[in-house]
């Protein structure tokens, strides 16, 4: 599933496509909105929160959000108006068109179109966005101290906590700070705050794309060559893996 740097990428993209234009047509693949139309609005602009992607559009029927997330499959993509598609129209769920570009949401995880002012309700179940201008680690830190016997792993990825971080960068700030994952938020100690900012610096800096990872993905650590444990971990069905070096991460 995309991290928030990556959704925060996506945003972007979607603002460079879509911000400001008037949308000329616009088809909403899925039958809950099947008889939706926003075509004549204006996209003001894409914003994120953690995971989740808001697009807001102003409509003479209204104030708009569509609200959007990739989960493990989806995308967006932008083309030129009139451009071939890049993946099948079976795959489609949201087009938006202006006069000159196309943004095309493929097998997107959730498609939602709700009036501006519930927007919030949308997302009020996220903890503080590690991304975000104003991003509280206080109340993070608080949210994960909430739960001392968790492992940090799961509890770092645990989106009602903090939002954006997925399972890459659980595993590799986990490297990077030394603790073995499946420790637990108390074990963490006083380094849960510095493990926090890391991740932050990390994500800005977009470091998931250079695919330079300590663990992650890997049989050997890129440190001290040693073999890569993966350990799942998680609630029953929604266990994740978690990537570390036994060696470098006692």
């Known amino acids: 599933m995309p991290e928030g740097d990556a959704v925060l990428r996506t945003a972007r993209s979607l603002d460079k496509g879509l911000a400001r234009q008037v949308l000329t047509r616009t088809d909403f693949r899925v039958p809950q909105l099947a008889t939706a139309d926003l075509s004549g609005g204006t996209v003001l602009g894409t914003a994120t929160r953690g995971k989740h992607l808001l697009t807001r559009i102003d409509h003479r029927t209204g104030e708009w959000t569509l609200h959007t997330h990739l989960k493990m499959e989806g995308s967006w993509r932008i083309l030129e108006?009139?451009?071939?598609?890049?993946?099948?129209?079976?795959?489609?769920?949201?087009?938006?068109?202006?006069?000159?570009?196309?943004?095309?949401?493929?097998?997107?995880?959730?498609?939602?179109?709700?009036?501006?002012d519930q927007e919030e309700q949308l997302v009020a179940h996220l903890g503080p966005d590690i991304l975000a201008d104003d991003w509280d680690p206080d109340t993070a830190l608080q949210r994960l101290r909430d739960q001392p016997e968790r492992p940090l792993f799961e509890a770092l990825r645990d989106q009602t906590n903090l939002a954006g971080i997925g399972t890459i960068y659980?595993?590799?700030?986990?490297?990077i700070a030394g603790i073995n994952p499946l420790r637990t938020v108390e074990e963490a100690g006083d380094r849960l705050p510095r493990i926090l900012q890391r991740t932050r610096d990390l994500m800005q800096a977009d470091w998931s794309r250079s695919r330079q990872m300590w663990v992650y993905g890997r049989r050997a650590c890129r440190r001290?060559?040693?073999t890569v444990t993966v350990a799942k971990v998680g609630p029953p069905g929604k266990e994740r893996p978690a990537y570390y070096c036994a060696r470098c991460q006692p």
């Not at 451009?83 to 489609?92: I, M, N």
């Not at 659980?170 to 490297?175: D, I, L, M, R, Y």
Request: proline residues 7%; hydrophobic residues 40%.
């Open 81 to 116: 108006a009139g451009r071939r598609w890049p993946k099948p129209g079976f795959q489609a769920r949201v087009v938006l068109r202006t006069e000159r570009t196309e943004a095309v949401g493929f097998l997107l995880g959730i498609v939602e179109l709700v009036p501006r």
């Open 170 to 175: 659980a595993a590799e700030t986990c490297f």
């Open 224 to 226: 001290c060559g040693g």
